[in-house]
Every structure is written in structure tokens, then in C-alpha cells.
């Protein structure tokens, strides 16, 4: 009789697992405008989506759900040509004074100079643990996959496929980890010219106005919130939820050979090296196994 009702709870978290793994994942059914409306537009079959920034707002869409675990997929035209000032977000996030957030943001730039891919987790309602990259390629001239993967052990965000940054949760040690709230996906386009190029030294040219970013293919494989209960079923050890397999708990030998080449060739700002501004107190994760 154990072992029967022991199948038996298998394939009931395994079948709820399931059924939140299964999501919709068009601009047109999964997610909506949540302002700057006459500036978006979800194109052609629900697919494609541009958000656009002038003189009178930016704009930006959020997921109608939430999700707690699992892989979050885009891919992202960020603007061309001059840029400087405006600032492409793309991210996952909770409500609230104490809410979770896994961020991806796009700083714009002058023509011809490197981009800069500006990464930060919040826990909490607690951020400034930021990482800057330049990016290896020129992500205007063509769509790129950004991807947010996380699960009870690791967070990791991933460009085209290779790992370059990795959060792990150290939470038994007092560490805040984002695993207790569900976050919705948000993208949006704004005016950040008092801080996104050079610190706010270059502003944004109205004249190179409208700046449009577009998306494509959203693909949300992950579980969905559904209240205080996908705390535990998001993170069970059933089947279905193949992110707490423990093929997804550390990079591959070879995933870390991909991370340590974007590291060392692009990584331009990590906080953990930023002793100075946190009057020497460095965040205690910093001195953790980060990989």
C-alpha cells in the first residue's frame, strides 16, 4: 500500500508540474502592454513585438502570469545606431517592497562603440550586486537569444546559449535567494540618459528619434505561480520539472570553460571587486563558491 500511494503522489506533483510547464508563449496570448501603448505593437502572428522610445514616453509589456523556476527566453534587436542615453530592459519580477528581481539591461551607446549588457539580482528588495559586460557581437544587427534560468540552486543568465553570469543560492547560510516568490516577465524601453552612457554624461539625441527595440519569441518554459503552494511544487523532484534536475544544479565542465572566456575577455564591472563602495564590506556571497 506505501508504494502505491507513493506512485500515486509521484504522478499527481508530476502532473501539476506538467500542466504549469505548459504556457502559451505569444506576445499576443502571453503577455500585454502595460504602458506607452501608442508606442508597442505586437506584430505579423503574435510573435514579434516592438517597443519604441521618443520625446513624449517609452513603453513596455509585462506577462499576464507569474513563474517560479524554470527558463525564460527571448530574443532581442536591441536599437541601431546612436542609441546613447536610452536603456533596454529585459527581466523577471515580484511586486513589492521585498521583491525578487533577475534583470538584464541595455545600456545604449554612441555609434560604433561596444555595448554594455548590465546584469543585477535583487533578493528581498535587496539589489547592488550588479555585472557589466561589453557584448562579443553587434546586437543590433541582428536577434539574440537572452535567457534567464533559475532554480532552487542556481541562477544563471545566458547569452546565445553561453553562460556568463551565475548566482548560486547559499540561503542555509543566511544568503537571500530568490525562491519564494513568483516573478513575471517584463520588457521595456526608457529614457535613462542621467546615468546609461558614460554615467549620464552622454544624453539621448531626440533627432535620432524614434528608438525602436524589437522582440522575438518569447518562450517562458517554466513553471507557473499559482500562490504560496508552487513555492514547494515549483521546487519538487518530480520529473516534469526538469529544472531541479541535477544536470541544471552546476555548469557543465564545459559550460565553465564558456563562462570563464566571456568573463575574462568581457567582464567590466563586478561588484564583488567593488570593496570601495561598500566601505570595504563586501556582500558575504562574494566569498562563496560562485560557480
Known amino acids: ?143 539574440h537569444n537572452y535567457t534567464i534560468h533559475w532554480n532552487p540552486t542556481e541562477v544563471v543568465w545566458y547569452i546565445d546559449s553561453l553562460p556568463i553570469r551565475v548566482y548560486r543560492n547559499y540561503e542555509n547560510e543566511g544568503i537571500a535567494y530568490p525562491n519564494k516568490q513568483g516573478m513575471r516577465v517584463y520588457s521595456s524601453i526608457w529614457n535613462a540618459d542621467n546615468w546609461a552612457t558614460r554615467g549620464g554624461l552622454v544624453k539621448i539625441d531626440w533627432n535620432s528619434a524614434p528608438f525602436i527595440a524589437r522582440f522575438r519569441r518569447f518562450r517562458p518554459r517554466a513553471c507557473k505561480w499559482v500562490g504560496p503552494a508552487s513555492t514547494s511544487l515549483c521546487a519538487s523532484n518530480s520529473p516534469a520539472n526538469w529544472w531541479t534536475s541535477p544536470t541544471y544544479s552546476q555548469l557543465s565542465s564545459a559550460q565553465m570553460g564558456q563562462l570563464q572566456w566571456v568573463r575574462n575577455n568581457y567582464l567590466i564591472y563586478d561588484y564583488c571587486q567593488d570593496a570601495k563602495r561598500f566601505n570595504e564590506q563586501i556582500p558575504p556571497e562574494c566569498f562563496k563558491k560562485q560557480f
Request: net charge negative.
Open 1 to 143: 500500500m506505501a508504494s502505491l500511494q507513493t506512485l500515486l503522489s509521484i504522478l499527481f506533483f508530476t502532473a501539476i508540474a506538467f500542466h504549469q510547464g505548459l504556457v502559451d508563449a505569444k506576445f499576443s496570448k502571453s503577455m500585454y502592454i502595460s504602458w506607452g501603448a501608442h508606442h508597442s505593437a505586437i506584430l505579423g502572428n503574435g510573435d514579434d513585438l516592438q517597443l519604441v522610445l521618443d520625446q513624449s514616453s517609452g513603453s513596455g509589456v509585462q506577462s499576464k502570469r507569474a513563474f517560479l523556476f524554470g527558463s525564460i527566453e527571448m530574443l532581442i534587436k536591441l536599437v541601431p545606431g546612436n542609441s546613447a542615453g536610452t536603456v533596454t530592459a529585459y527581466y523577471v519580477s515580484s511586486i513589492g517592497n521585498m521583491h525578487d528581481e533577475i534583470d538584464f539591461e541595455f545600456l545604449g551607446n554612441i555609434s560604433g562603440e561596444p555595448f554594455i549588457v548590465h546584469t543585477n539580482i535583487y533578493t528581498q528588495g535587496i539589489g547592488s550586486r550588479e555585472q557589466q559586460f561589453y557584448l562579443w557581437f553587434d546586437p543590433t544587427a541582428d536577434y
